[in-house]
């Protein structure tokens, strides 16, 4: 009888350490594969901070708009977007591919990539993919919020338009780590009239009749210039 119940306890023993020693592997794998998801996450997070420097800083700022004008360079933030108008209305049917933006043209200002809670078919989370080696994939969710803010400092929104513009990238994984599985960056883009110049002087919608930036020249792109 006693060496029964050594047998026992030496065999509860041992399942007890497997047990615990399994749960401490398994631990140490979801820490790996939690930090590899939150590189890929920081690593998308800058892709789409790039994305977004591409685009103009307002929809009254693209070449499109400034080849409406004139060529007239905005210069003052009350030339801007409503800070209450987000792009969804001008960045076309197919949205704006944060990856690939040559596959979504319209998507060309910064308030595009902004979800709009108020816009009924908005997209809040669109999904991304990210690709590693070996034909694997890393799932996540997107979700981009714009708005102006007084300075580049601020988080809270302006009332009025401003030469600044907070975003708000939010990325979120069901491998994350993370209790609500979601990771966040920001950074603001300010305002730069020579960038919009120069976008627009690369241009397909450039018109050389025109008087250069300050918008002199007048008329439209159909008409001959001055002898």
């Given amino acids: 009888m006693p060496q029964t119940l050594l047998a026992l306890l030496a065999l509860v023993l041992a399942s007890f350490l497997t047990f615990n020693q399994q749960r401490l592997t398994m631990r140490s794998h979801q820490n ?3 930090d590899e998801v939150e590189l890929a996450a ?3 997070a800058s892709e789409i901070v790039a994305f977004i420097d591409g685009r103009s800083f307002d929809e009254n700022t693209t070449p499109s708009a400034i080849r409406d ?4 360079i905005p210069d003052d933030p009350s030339q801007f977007s409503d800070g209450n108008t987000a792009g969804g209305t001008d960045r076309g049917d197919d949205d704006c591919n944060l990856l690939f933006p040559a596959l979504t043209p319209d998507c060309d200002d910064v308030d595009d990539v902004s ?3 108020d816009e009924e078919d908005s997209i809040e989370w669109r999904a991304v993919q990210v690709d590693l080696s070996h034909g694997r994939s890393l799932p996540f969710e997107v979700r981009t919020q714009v708005y102006y803010v007084d300075n580049p400092n601020s988080m809270v929104e302006a009332d ?10 939010d990325i979120r994984s069901p491998y994350a780590g993370t209790d609500e599985g979601l990771y966040r960056a920001t950074r603001v883009v300010s305002y ?3 960038k919009a110049e120069m976008d627009y002087e690369n241009s397909e919608y450039y018109d050389p009749t025109y008087g250069g930036g300050d918008g002199e020249g007048g008329g439209t792109t159909s008409e001959e210039p001055s002898p």
Avoid at 69 to 72: K, V
Avoid at 160 to 168: A, C, D, Q
């Fill in 160 to 169: 009025e338009p401003t030469r600044h513009k907070r975003i708000l990238i």
């Fill in 69 to 72: 004008r004139n060529g007239s």
């Fill in 32 to 34: 790996l594969v939690s």
């Fill in 115 to 117: 979800w709009d809670a």
């Fill in 42 to 44: 920081a690593g998308l």
């Fill in 192 to 194: 730069d009239p020579v």
